[in-house]
């Protein structure tokens, strides 16, 4: 990359030359092209490869995803995605890579469900007390980072890493030991089961009064309107408000929001403890709405998972969303795509794949709009150096 | 979407090449799921109208170990008496466990095989939506329906006498155990080892690692992993490691070869599982504690299909030889006297193998 390259181009000089907004546009629709089509191409070659027909395996997915069933799964599986990919976005809103949503959510589940297992509390204050559990754990463990970051100058990609591992471990203990209820004939370890009173409620009867029938043993997870609550708080809290114009001038350029006086230290702690908050609602949607403890079937790896997704979503709330439903429909496609013999591992394949094809084709496509910009510069102001 | 400052766009190359590799380094199964039905082979091919649905655990059909050894015990099935098969893995995270197992009770498949303890919570609820159905689970006896058999193990039996044979195999007085995932079926495994190699050899040491913590599952699919905790036994005086890690077993065989030490495999005879593919590995698999998973899915399925009445629990230990150790290769030839009194004298109660650590 040259060095001389202006960084960032006011849009003041792209105007005087006309032309370059219809390219613009096009560079616009590009990128999501680009990427699509390196996607499908790569995932096609791979599927190719371990003997499989990709039109056969496309089609498959296709009609097999949009059986209701299959819709219901994809939307509660991708729930806790989008949570994640929330926690994950707002740091990198700022510039921060916080890699340990993983830790913070597998902590704040398990000591929220062992929390709501404890006590017995009227139904909403119940469901509540576990949300500000798992809220609370997963910030304290984020803002651990957040802490360590300002005040050591450690990177937070380095401690959320530890931090994963050390809450990977205490969690495991924690749950061997003090939280645990013993089920004979059992090699389950498991918080004992949250009274009805701590669960959240299904979004099945609505459904059914709309006229839905419910495949049998599938319901519609209730986290669902807590997943599009965050959404839409993200989106003002990032979008529209002064916190947000703080945060994400920081991220774009720390020495310049420092100039026009953002605290950046505040900053970092503050953006920890929202990322951390958020995770710590990831595993809630299981806990509160699927299994009520929180045990070693627990399902793991949604931290890193939502890594992809928030890349994939390009920071946005609405294009987080269709990153995580495309995340859990490509997992839920797993399941049918065995019945026509094909690899498992094939879906992560296309989740990485279409990952870095789109971070590859935005990059390709501003580059290719940088250097457009900067010779529609060069020919307004007439310099040919 | 507006140009970004360069500095984050490398960021965020580098973190999605980060992501992806994670994601690529997920995948290690090399064998795809296997066909839906016996294809006949002769004019005497017997036919079955039993159609057996099997749901493995993380890490699916082709991991060399537990779930192979379940697979093995279904192909026999589908050989001697064809029946129809379809098998389904969970995803990395085992997230759709609960609806593999409900899709195939809907699709008709009876009996249904849940393998893997993790299936219990899940099971307990399908079960009821599906009476008619018979559900058979593998590591678990805490389901309580009339239609759900459960089919458990006696590991730290199996795990005894591999302890005693890497103890007599020893010469640094110094054993390695390496569990896949810290969880209490496995520190059965971990109980058994430590116990048999203290009777062989008292006084002996044991190092312990366990590859992860759960609800991470990944020690069971981490070659790299078992390679790394391995090398660090070694390297500390160990000269026999037992691999009770599943797909990561191939990882510890391998820094075995490299340190030129030995290894145990567990599950399935790995001196043939692994050494099919590779058998430059054989001459450092031991032996292997056999947890015949095969034999249990077998036998259910044979009694299933002959309408025998199967009992709610099933226990595979030492005396009905659904645990045993391996011989292949020969290296334990040497010792199996000593090997066999031990294994009598567990079966007589004479010897009591603790099952916690």
Known sequence: MSTAAPERLDPGPLRRAPRVDGRALLLAVAAPLLAAVVALAVSSIALVVSGSDPFTVYETMLAEGSDLRSVLITVNNGVPLYLAGLAVSIGFRMGLFNIGVEGQYQLAALLAAAAGAAVELPAVLHVLLIVLVAVSVGAAWAGVAGVLKTTRGVSEVISTIMLNVIAAGLAAYLLATYLQERVEGSNNQATPEIAPSGRFPTLDAPLEALGVTLPQGTSLNGFVLVAVLVGVLYWLLVGRSRFGFDLKATGLSPSAAVASGVDAKRMTVTVMLLSGGVAGLVGLAQVLGDTYDYGLEFTSGLGLTGIGVALLGRNSPVGIAFAALLFAFLERSSATLQRIDVPTEIYVIMQGTIVLSVVVAYEVVRRVGVAQAERAVRAATGDRA | ?357
């Open chain 2, 1 to 357: 979407m507006r140009a970004l400052p360069s500095r984050r766009s490398r960021l965020r190359l580098v973190t999605g090449l980060a992501v992806g590799a994670l994601a690529l380094a997920g995948c290690g199964g090399d064998d795809s799921t296997s066909s839906d039905s016996a294809d006949g082979g002769g004019s005497a091919a017997p036919t079955s109208d039993v159609r057996v649905g099997l749901a493995y655990d993380v890490g699916g059909r082709g991991d060399r170990s537990f779930n192979d050894a379940a697979a093995a015990g279904l192909d026999q099935a589908v050989e001697e008496f064809g029946v129809e098969k379809l098998e389904l893995s969970p995803n990395a995270s085992g997230s759709d466990r609960g609806d593999n197992l409900r899709s195939l009770a809907e699709d008709g498949f009876d009996p249904v095989i849940a393998v893997g303890f993790a299936y219990a919570e899940t099971l307990a609820e399908v079960a009821t939506d599906f009476p008619e159905t018979t559900f058979f689970i593998v590591d678990d006896s805490s389901v309580e329906a009339p239609n759900v058999k459960s089919l458990v193990f006696a590991e730290e039996q199996g795990s005894f006498l591999v302890g005693a044979a890497a103890a007599l195999k020893s010469e640094s007085g110094n054993v390695g155990f390496i569990g896949g995932v810290q969880t209490p079926l496995l520190e059965k495994f971990e109980a058994g080892f430590a116990a048999g190699a203290e009777q062989a050899k008292p006084g002996i040491t044991v190092q312990t690692a366990y590859l992860s913590q759960p609800p991470d599952f990944s020690g069971f699919n981490d070659p790299a992993g078992g390679s790394e905790s391995a090398n660090g036994m070694y390297d500390n005086g160990a000269d026999v490691v037992y691999a009770a890690a599943g797909g990561s077993g191939v990882g510890v065989f391998q820094s075995a070869l490299a340190k030129d030490k030995l290894a145990i495999g567990v599950d399935s005879d790995q001196y043939e599982s692994v050494g099919a593919s590779n058998p430059e590995l054989q001459p450092v698999i031991l032996t292997s504690m056999l947890k015949r998973v095969d034999v249990a899915v077998f036998d259910s399925l044979e009694k299933f299909v002959n309408g025998e009445t199967i009992e709610a629990v099933t226990t595979f230990d030492l005396s009905n030889d659904g645990i045993t150790y391996a011989t292949s290769g020969g290296f334990v030839d040497d010792i199996s006297a000593q090997l066999e009194d031990l294994k009598q004298q567990i079966i007589d109660g004479e010897i009591t193998v603790p099952s916690t650590p």
